[in-house]
């Protein structure tokens, strides 16, 4: 067993290390150890606050503070790191990132790429170039409307210090855009089932040009992109140039492209075809 490597999950934006669940299922009947990484102010640490319950109070909510708020790229790293530096030692570790969870783990690469046997990315960010909030300004995010998300967003960032989004919301119009971002191959109940596993607060930070790809640290690391076929809030053309930024930077020793179909969320609420994915890298 101390030769097989443990998988460690890295969330996205609003999430937590609840939706990984399935996927650690599918693993471990794989005959594979993973452990899901809740960064702070997420998972239990998360602020659900009174006025997101039902009835909801958007007055409120738009108002109440968050536990999240003043958390930095930073402190995700740290707390990443201290899961890895546990993990290697019980042998090889393959680290694993989902959409914005893809600022953490290469941060983490670039801090202690000697934890890292693989380091993997699923539809995330893998700054090179640009800053992550540059991208959304390229072409390749043309097609792409955070502003479609505004009947969900509640209060002011800059005044909660953090960025609060209603997924307990039934406005039409949001439900429609989160479905068409995120899950337009879901069903109707798995949808609403995963957008109640959000969590409603997300930090500030997503890093400077400092937190880029690093090729003397990160560049060093074994990599995977798991393209997402599907993806409408990350298209297939931006998880290209990511890979494309990347493997210019470290051109001896590029990305590992594999691809799975469908959208942002489906490889989570279905994980077979994942799980099977992952489990292969262990033999690289």
Known sequence: MENLPTFVLVHGAFANSFSF?????????????????????HGFQATFPAAYQAPQDLQALASEP????????????????DVLERAKRNGPVVLVGHSRGGITITAAGNARPDLIDRICYVSAWCPVDLDVNDYYAEPEMSEVDPAAFAPA????????????????TADPAALAAFRQAFAADLGDDEFRAFLNTFQPDENLDVGTSADRAQAATWGRIPKTFVR????ASMPPAMQD????EADALTPDNPFDVRTLDGSHLRWLVHPKPAAELLAGLAAL
Do not use: M, W
């Open 66 to 81: 968050g536990s999240i708020k003043g958390v930095t790229l930073a402190e995700n790293t740290a707390r990443l790191i």
């Open 241 to 244: 140039r990511l890979i494309r």
């Open 228 to 231: 997402l076929a599907g993806d």
């Open 153 to 168: 967003l509640a209060g002011n960032p800059a005044e909660l210090g953090l960025i609060r989004t209603n997924f307990r």
């Open 21 to 41: 669940a399935p996927l650690q299922a599918e693993l471990g009947l794989l005959g594979h150890r993973s452990v899901a990484v809740d960064l702070p102010g």
